[in-house]
Structures are given as C-alpha cells and as structure tokens.
Nanobody, 114 residues
Framework: QVQLVESGGGLVQAGGSLRLSCAAS???????MSWYRQPPGKQREWVATITSSGFTSYVDSAKDRFTISRDNAKNTVYLQINSLKPEDTAVYYC?????????WGQGTQVSVSS
C-alpha cells in the first residue's frame, strides 16, 4: 500500500508563491509522479508529471508558472507555483501509479485571494 501526504497549501494573495510537497510512504525513485488539482465545483484536472528520469510535462496553462521536481532521497515530489492567480484556487493532489493501482493523497487546499 502506498500513502501519499500532501502539504504546503494555504491562503495567499494573488502574485504570491507556494511550494507544495507530497511525501510518499515507499521508495518511489522508479515511479512517475503527478500533480492534479480540483477547483471548487469542477472536475479534477492534471497539472504536471515528472518521470523517474526527471522528465517533466505540464498542462499548457501551467508551463510558465509551475515547476514540478522530486527528491528521491526524501521520497518527496514538489510543485512550485509562482505568480498565483485566483483561478489557481483548488485542492491539489499528488498521484502515483504503482502495483497496477492509482494512489492519491488526501489533497492540500490552495486559496488565492485577489
């Protein structure tokens, strides 16, 4: 069983920055890790992925302000978000596919005030 624990969310003003963290309970150096978000009243959407080799990909709307990274020694994946906008308000989740299953964390709330 894989446990993913997100942290780092909060209430920030527009233009601010946050770094979200997702700590995994098991070694994940060979796993791709992804971040998703779910805005209020909307469906969950993919934001970014980092492969085991460090290759990154982003949804078009996130390419210029979001950075995904990983620290395999800490079994942690990060999402740096700069120049936050009110439309970034959402619950942010990390995801891992392992053992033929999709694992999700409980999410961390990001709220951006204008």
């Amino acid at each position: 069983q894989v446990q993913l624990v997100e942290s780092g969310g909060g209430l920030v003003q527009a233009g601010g920055s946050l770094r979200l963290s997702c700590a995994a309970s098991a070694t994940f150096s060979d796993k791709a890790m992804s971040w998703y978000r779910q805005p209020p009243g909307k469906q969950r959407e993919w934001v970014a992925t980092i492969t085991s080799s460090g290759f990154t990909s982003y949804v078009d709307s996130a390419k210029d302000r979001f950075t995904i990274s990983r620290d395999n020694a800490k079994n942690t994946v990060y999402l740096q978000i700069n120049s936050l906008k009110p439309e970034d308000t959402a619950v942010y989740y990390c995801r891992q596919i392992s053992g033929g299953r999709v694992w999700w964390g409980q999410g961390t709330q990001v709220s951006v005030s204008s």
